[in-house]
């Protein structure tokens, strides 16, 4: 054995400390460090990658994004454009020469196009509203895309005797449309979404599609650029069956519609194959239950014959494109909190490519991302894990290289939770239940931690193991945190999701419960410092939660709903929530809407309680975190109220919000620590 000397075991013990003290634990002002990438574009010959690079800006409070590109041999990056706005949308011409873009850099939402070779870059448009879902056309002389059309409306009531010059109050504001306020969009103004094209070189657009129906989302053109295929609901009785849209047909010369679906339900994502001759969507037959898979069509354009290419996935398909060759389709979907793309082709066993695309969500370690193809059949994915938000990478013969690495400057220097993946069987009936498990940075399991239950919203979504700023913070402050998938979670089939039909919030809470007791069994949880917190649908779990239990020491109810008959009277899109949530209209069902109600357990309610809605929130109204706070306080519980000014349901989507949030919840729980 080698013997060290005194003075070298010294230099070397000091180094180890300064390598330990210089490793820093993830904090609140650190959101601002963190970047990602999506919307990922990928060139033909899979030689480039072009995406979205996002990132926070600090002196504006909001997320800017310019647009990148990577070399998949040499992973050299390169910018596109620059600049403290939004550059967004990427699309490559067909000639793969040009790359049109959306930007709000002159400080409207306009359609820019680069030229690759010269690096000349031009606006072509001049739009009044936000152009989206840009397209090329199949000759690369125009660009598709839609945008809002506002309609004329006049007020029923003129008020007479006006003086000339007179101050008189604002006019009264008269609505009469179903949809009249939007979560993140607030008070509607009259009009539609249509399909418009402009030419590439710039020039007016012209409008494509007309009417009192919303257009737009994915487009197909045909093969000869003669017709474009949409998915629209065109039904007369659109606006209270919001989900029942068809795949249509429009030839540019007349600009005639034609029905190509008719069912009930929703066909959305129409492709048409490169070589022209079949079509394929997604969609699934409407039952009315709280969650159906998302099947794969595909229609011979010729015979007329329609098959459904996964009647036996029972998973929900996503993201769909073509293979160059027109013989099978590659899609994406969610399995056990992770997204994953497989290759379906038109007859025969579909094979999985990779399950490793990473969340483009960083707040909350939602599954979800983006992939391109290219002609070859290499796979540009987004890559994320639970200790880094989503870079890019690529898929060659079953093997992944990460091509970036945007956040090793931002997160290469902290001391991050490691997550853990546990399966668990529910104490109700044995159903395996998934989540993870993330531990505070140099955890010891022979001390004793304070335990946060985070629960996702939805509530048919899912966590995974993907990058989360709010459980990174959670844990930098010394807690266990363990989010999980209970019963009514996606990803997991179509009878796990249905397990909560008009039964929610049920037996989740025993789900949730089976997981804190799991790890209360580990022995490393301070049972006197149990904490709940959740959004949204987890804001309704953690509600019903104090409801039914006061093992723990504080909650944090966010964006709730409290009271299912005024959410359902209250909420911005009520037509799909009284039909598919509910056996029928509040009126018609008063004591199965109250049964499922946090509200009518409040006298239950003995755990001090916290309340966190974004105040411009039109999805659970803000209304209903008043309800659950005046309750408490009749009740004497200690009860808080905090509302973010201007926030709509998704409340971090300012990075000094999701910051808030962290530390107001983290307050409350150490306010009430024994």
Not at 471 to 494: C, E, H, T, W
Request: a negative charge; hydrophobic letters at 35%; charged letters at 20%.
């Amino acid at each position: 054995m080698k013997l060290i000397a005194p003075a070298a075991l010294l230099t070397s013990l000091c180094f180890s400390v300064l390598a330990n003290n210089n490793l820093q634990t993830f904090q609140l002002e650190n959101v601002f460090d963190l970047e990602y990438a999506n919307q990922i574009e990928m060139t033909n010959d899979g030689k480039t990658v072009y995406f979205v690079r996002n990132r926070m800006d600090i002196k504006s409070d909001s997320k800017v994004s310019n647009i990148w590109s990577v070399d998949s041999s040499s992973k050299q990056l390169q910018p596109l454009t620059s600049g403290v706005h939004m550059d967004y949308s990427p699309v490559l011409s067909p000639d793969q020469s040009r790359l049109a873009f959306i930007s709000t850099r002159d400080g409207s939402s306009q359609i820019y196009v680069k030229w690759l070779k010269t690096g000349a870059v031009a606006k072509i448009s001049n739009l009044t509203q936000s152009p989206a879902s840009l397209q090329w056309s199949p000759n690369g002389r125009q660009l598709l895309f839609s945008q809002f059309v506002p309609s004329k409306v006049s007020s029923p009531i003129n008020l007479p005797g006006k003086p000339e010059g007179a101050s008189w109050a604002e006019p009264a504001k008269f609505i009469d449309d179903v949809y009249y306020r939007a979560d993140g969009g607030g008070y509607t103004k009259p009009g539609f979404r249509h399909l418009f094209t402009i030419e590439a070189n710039g020039g007016n657009a012209r409008q494509l599609t007309s009417g009192d129906f919303d257009h737009g989302g994915p487009v197909s053109f045909s093969e000869d650029g003669n017709s474009l295929y949409f998915s629209a609901n065109r039904h007369a009785d659109f606006k209270l069956k919001p989900t029942n849209s068809e795949i249509y047909q429009l030839t540019l010369n007349d600009l005639q519609i034609t029905a190509l679906t008719d069912r009930e339900g929703p066909d959305q994502q129409p492709q048409i194959s490169p070589d022209g001759r079949y079509l394929a969507y997604t969609g699934y037959d409407d039952k009315r239950t709280n969650y159906e898979n998302t099947q794969l069509y595909i229609r011979d354009l010729k015979s007329g014959d329609t098959t459904s290419l996964t009647a036996d996935f029972d998973r929900s398909v996503e993201q769909i494109k073509w293979a160059d060759n027109s013989r099978g389709l590659y899609f994406s979907y969610a399995s056990e909190g992770q997204t994953a793309l497989a290759y379906q082709p038109r007859s025969g066993k579909r094979k999985v490519i990779t399950q490793k695309i990473g969340s483009v969500s960083f707040g909350r370690p939602y599954s979800g991302g983006d992939f391109d193809i290219s002609d070859d059949g290499d796979v540009a994915i987004t890559l994320a894990d639970t200790q880094r938000p989503a870079d890019i990478a690529i898929v060659k013969n079953g093997k992944t290289q990460r091509l970036t690495k945007l956040n090793d400057d931002a997160l290469g220097n902290k001391q991050l939770a490691k997550v853990e993946e546990i399966w668990l069987k529910s104490s109700y009936d044995d159903l395996p239940i998934q989540g993870w498990v993330a531990y505070p940075p140099e955890f010891d399991s022979s001390k004793k931690y304070p335990l946060i239950l985070e629960i996702h919203g939805g509530p048919v979504a899912n966590y995974g193991p993907h990058f989360s700023a709010e459980i990174q913070l959670f844990a930098a402050k010394g807690n266990v945190v363990l989010y999980m998938n209970p019963r009514g979670s996606d990803s997991y089939g179509k009878e796990f999701a249905q397990t909560i039909h008009h039964n929610y919030p049920s037996n989740d809470f025993d789900d949730l419960m089976t997981g804190v007791d799991a790890l209360i069994g580990k022995g490393f949880i301070d049972q006197s410092k149990l904490f709940v917190t959740g959004g949204s649908g987890g804001g309704v779990l953690t509600a019903w939660i104090v409801g039914h239990t006061d093992r723990f020491a504080a909650a944090v109810v966010a964006k709730p709903v409290i009271n299912w008959i005024s959410f359902v009277l209250t909420a911005d899109f009520y037509p799909f929530f009284a039909d598919y949530w509910f056996p029928g209209k509040p009126w018609d069902h008063i004591e199965h809407y109250m049964k499922r109600s946090p509200i009518s357990y409040v006298g239950n309610v003995k755990t001090p309680t916290m309340l966190l809605t974004g105040e411009a929130d039109y999805r659970t109204p803000i209304s209903e975190t008043e309800q659950f706070y005046q309750a408490l306080k009749l009740q004497g519980v200690d009860t808080a109220m905090v509302r973010i000014p201007d926030a709509s349901h998704g409340i971090t989507k300012r990075p000094s919000n999701l910051m808030a949030k962290v530390a107001y919840i983290q307050w409350w729980f150490d306010k009430h620590s024994k």
